[in-house]
């Protein structure tokens, strides 16, 4: 690979001169000098040593992505759509800007701290945090951090988490459900901790309100494993009678359920209705089509990414970041009947 110095003494040349046109300071030659030294570029085929420049400067241009994947749900993460949009908004701004973007998905909290600790990129953004996982990765890394729909923020002040008013969109919707007319609401999700938790509380605070004593028993526990999921569909399919509506943590589940419960005889919303959240492309090309609550989630990754690039400039950031939600309702519900089901199974 030529060198700027190689190319200045080509050209007879200062490397100050070369170095300018190869990094954009046209103000600093003259058109002549500009137009003889790109010209020159395009015959060798001069590609600019990144890492190179990026050492001098004391950057890497490389924003790290840790993505943490439980492993009683996920074996690919990236198939979840809501995971696949949240990437996809994330890469996209971290592109425009001029960087690259360096992914690790584990199930394993020490491996995400063991490798975090050892990259060298400008910062760093986590999804998947519960508990005290920020916490035990920011003791290894030290460079900003943002993270993404994370509960778990306590003493974690210089971090910054985007997410939503998750307990308020579930709340939303379950109240619009009861304005339906429904009493006997179950609500779906394969876990109680973070997001989830917030979801259910919301999903409480409407029932309560509504004067709709909340059971344990009218918690659907899925579990998504692959070995699991066809023995927990049933079991929930057969709880499910004993309901007229269902609010579900996702639109992955509410798709999910739908499939199961249509596979059983029983239709949607005819039999029983459901709800999801996150208006992922699941449930509005599902027929019929999915009343659910939407978050723009490219939007959440393209202001994950503006925020880590704000940190790395050194500018200030909010400790935490809301995004809005609204109801999106299509035909999954509907007022319930008394023939609800087409069948038993």
Not at 10 to 29: C, D, F, Y
Not at 200 to 227: C, M, Q, T, V
Not at 230 to 257: G, K, N, P, Q
């Amino acid at each position: 690979m030529i060198t700027i110095k190689e190319i200045a003494q080509r050209l007879n040349m200062s490397t100050t001169t070369v170095s300018n046109v190869i990094h954009g300071k046209a103000g600093e030659v003259s058109e002549e000098t500009r137009r003889r030294v790109e010209e020159f570029l395009k015959e060798v085929d001069y590609v600019p040593n990144i890492n190179a420049r990026n050492l001098a400067q004391n950057e890497s241009k490389i924003i790290g992505l840790a993505l943490k994947a439980r492993v009683d749900k996920y074996e690919n993460l990236i198939m979840d759509p809501f995971v696949a949009e949240l990437i996809g908004g994330i890469e996209e701004t971290i592109r425009n800007a001029g960087y690259f973007m360096m992914l690790y998905i584990s199930r394993d909290t020490e491996k995400i701290m063991r490798h975090v600790s050892t990259w060298n990129v400008d910062g760093l953004i986590l999804f998947g945090m519960l508990d005290d996982d920020g916490i035990r990765v920011s003791t290894k890394y030290k460079k900003p951090i943002v993270c993404l729909d994370t509960y778990s923020m306590e003493g974690l002040k210089h971090f910054t988490n985007v997410g939503l008013d998750d307990e308020q969109g579930a709340y939303e919707m379950v109240k619009y459900i009861i304005s339906c007319g429904h009493q006997r609401i179950a609500f779906l999700s394969d876990n109680t901790k973070g997001v989830d938790l917030a979801r259910l509380n919301g999903y409480k605070r409407a029932l309560k309100e509504a004067g709709i004593e909340y059971s344990e028993k009218d918690f659907l526990k899925i579990r998504p494993a692959s070995a699991e999921i066809e023995e927990s569909l049933d079991e929930i399919c057969h709880r499910a009678l004993d309901y007229t509506a269902i609010m579900c943590v996702s639109d992955l589940y509410a798709v999910t359920l739908m499939s199961a419960l249509t596979d059983r005889g029983i239709r949607v919303p005819e039999g029983i209705s459901i709800a999801g959240f996150d208006d992922n492309m699941l449930g509005s090309l599902y027929r019929p089509a999915l009343t659910t609550v939407h978050q723009d989630v490219k939007q959440k990754g393209v202001v994950a990414a503006e925020t880590l690039l704000k940190k790395i400039r050194g500018e200030e950031t909010e400790a935490q970041i809301t995004l809005p939600t609204r109801l999106v309702i299509r035909d999954t519900v509907t007022k319930p009947r008394k023939s609800s089901f087409m069948g038993r199974f």
